[in-house]
């Protein structure tokens, strides 16, 4: 009952901060220069032909009124229709979503597998050669630009290697196999910088969490160092990895954007460099808003996370 | 020396710093050996910029038909491009123009969100409530995406990535200042200047000001390393400098079509990266150059 009260009031915290960045996206798209009735009319349309598709569209009306029927419209679920592919934008985000959220659901993953393990041996090792090399790889994986890793990748695997296909995607329901084929590299891309993030904050909670009394304690009533470290140092030091992990799902998401343009996966971040290309203002609308919303909702389970791994705080 | 802590993760310090105290700060910076390693691979790049008309072999569009995709040989040094440019002189002139962008953009969101968060901060009251709600807002958004949105309504060029790249930088930079305000402006030598009646600008820049400058350059350092990455995938997705200017993520862009060209991309892939981790050192050598100071 308690964990429910908890998310409803953190759902409701969400309402003014979720009215403020619509409004945001919105003012912005109205700062764009050129009348919209010119790129769905075209050059040739008369004075009243404009007028009346302008009424029509509602843009006549105060921009208040304009805002309150985009946020009705929105939740309505009608997102507009894209201007260069005269698809609805609501059809568009329905196959751009799970592109996005496998990608990253998958980068998520791959840091938590590679920095957990990572930074758990650098604590034990430390200044040991393992914990240099650890250190080492964390500090050149943050400075790492994704779109490097991503070539850097593609030049051996698919180019010298010849293991992986260079680009495209194919649902996993379709083909699962080449799905995970498709998916890898850009999945190492970005989460790569995550696990190196991951790498650091892991060692150092563990250092932290180690040199504690309970832990000490454990170790004197006869715990076995694996049962220490797994059972009794883990569970606190993932409490700051889940706070990164859950801070730099924006940093994720923006890595996504590049990588989805590197290895050519009709994902969100693809959705959005082709609109602001082809000034399709549409599809760029919904893709930031999904975005946002996406990054608003993992803080929120991020927050939930805190509650399961740490029993000490109270709801 | 007074000091205090703010609620943030950096200190704060609360007076301005005496020469001398440079020039230790400076001693100490050049001690850590990341940091200096940081100072000098980054002072390099700034200066092989800044005299790249004089140190580059070849002028940056200087176009060789003759040698279209050469490797590096004893000519051409790191090769050429697809129309037979020299990478290295386009790699030279391509840091004037990222490590431009960088420290024009991060230079305006530390003038830009310091004013911002001086002011909110300073005052406090619905002035912080109404500032600090629409920086939570901009927060909200990752920060490529925000560049993206900020692009896609001022066109894609080389000065609205700019200001798209500080717009994404000012939240950042007015948070942090604003909670450092807030620890400052209780302090007895600020309380002591109102008490004498100071205005409130003359309190604002000459007392709390310069308590909170220090954190802000060390943010500033660390914040350019990411900076410099959001230019790259700008200038790589071709919404930052336009051909033909060179910038080190559009050369990489170049490179995509020709991958067989291995210099294409290796080098400026090597020179950001090499950037990003001088930045990231840098920074990290400021804050603990700073944290040894309020050690003493």
């Known amino acids: 009952m308690r964990l429910v009260r908890f998310i409803a009031s953190r759902l409701l915290q969400l309402v003014p901060l979720l009215a403020l960045v619509t409004f945001l996206i919105f003012s912005m798209m109205q700062l764009l220069p050129g009348d919209p009735t010119f790129a769905i009319l075209g050059e040739q349309a008369g004075a009243a032909e404009r007028a009346a598709l302008r009424e029509k569209l509602g843009l006549d009306q105060p921009l208040p009124v304009q805002y309150a029927r985009w946020v009705t419209n929105t939740l309505a679920g009608d997102l507009g229709t894209s201007l260069r592919t005269h698809e609805p934008v609501g059809d568009m985000l329905r196959t751009r979503i799970p592109v996005t959220l496998q990608l990253t659901v998958m980068a998520i993953a791959l840091s938590l597998l590679i920095g957990v393990p990572a930074g758990i041996v650098a604590a034990l090792k430390r200044n040991s050669m393992v914990d240099l090399v650890v250190s080492f790889l964390s500090m050149g994986g943050v400075a790492m630009p994704f779109f490097w890793m991503g070539m850097l990748l593609i030049g051996l695997f698919t180019l010298h290697l010849g293991w992986l296909p260079p680009s495209g995607y194919v649902p996993p329901g379709t083909d699962l196999w080449l799905n995970m084929k498709l998916m890898i590299m850009p999945t190492i891309t970005i989460g790569t910088t995550m696990a190196a993030l991951v790498m650091r904050q892991t060692r150092t909670a563990m250092l932290q969490v180690l040199s504690q009394d309970y832990i000490r304690t454990a170790r004197a009533k006869g715990a076995g160092e694996g049962r220490v470290v797994l059972r009794h140092a883990l569970r606190n030091a993932l409490i700051p990895v889940v706070t990164v992990v859950g801070l730099q799902t924006g940093a994720l998401v923006s890595g996504a954007v590049v990588t989805e343009t590197i290895f050519s996966l009709p994902g969100l971040g693809r959705m959005l460099v082709e609109g602001i290309f082809e000034r399709d203002i549409a599809p760029v609308q919904a893709a930031i808003l999904v975005i946002v919303i996406g990054v608003l909702a993992v803080n929120l389970f991020t927050d939930l996370a805190y509650v399961l791994l740490d029993r000490r705080i109270k709801l | ?296």
């Open chain 2, 1 to 296: 020396m007074q000091t205090a802590r703010s609620a943030g993760t950096l200190p704060v310090a609360a007076a301005a710093p005496p020469a001398s105290l440079l020039a230790k700060r400076l001693r100490r910076l050049l001690r850590h050996r990341l940091g200096c390693i940081g100072l000098v691979v980054l002072a390099s790049m700034v200066l092989l910029a800044v005299f790249a008309p004089l140190i580059a072999p070849y002028g940056p569009d200087e176009v060789d038909f003759d040698a279209i995709l050469v490797p590096p040989d004893a000519r051409f040094w790191l090769g050429t491009d697809d129309v037979g440019r020299d990478v290295l002189s386009r790699l030279l002139f391509g840091g004037r123009v990222s490590l431009g962008i960088v420290c024009g953009a991060i230079g305006s969101a530390f003038l830009i969100g310091s004013a911002i968060g001086l002011v909110s901060g300073f005052y406090g009251g619905w002035v912080d409530a109404v500032i600090m709600r629409i920086m939570d807002g901009l927060l909200a958004f990752p920060l490529l995406v925000l560049a993206l949105g900020i692009i896609a309504v001022l066109g894609p060029n080389l000065v609205n990535a700019m200001i798209a790249i500080a717009v994404i930088n000012i939240p950042g930079f007015a948070r942090l200042v604003r909670g450092q305000v807030l620890s400052v402006r209780q302090l007895d030598y600020v309380q002591a200047a109102r008490s004498i009646g100071a205005s409130d600008p003359r309190i604002m820049l000459g007392h709390v000001w310069p308590g909170v400058v220090g954190n802000v350059i060390v943010y500033a350092s660390l914040r350019s390393s990411s900076a410099l990455i959001t230019e790259s995938s700008l200038a790589f997705l071709g919404l930052g400098a336009e051909p033909p200017t060179p910038s080190w993520g559009q050369m990489l862009s170049t490179a995509m079509q020709y991958w067989d060209a291995w210099w294409l991309s290796l080098f400026p892939g090597l020179t950001i990266f090499c950037a990003c981790l001088a930045l990231n050192f840098l920074g990290d050598g400021l804050r603990d150059v700073l944290d040894a100071r309020l050690s003493d």
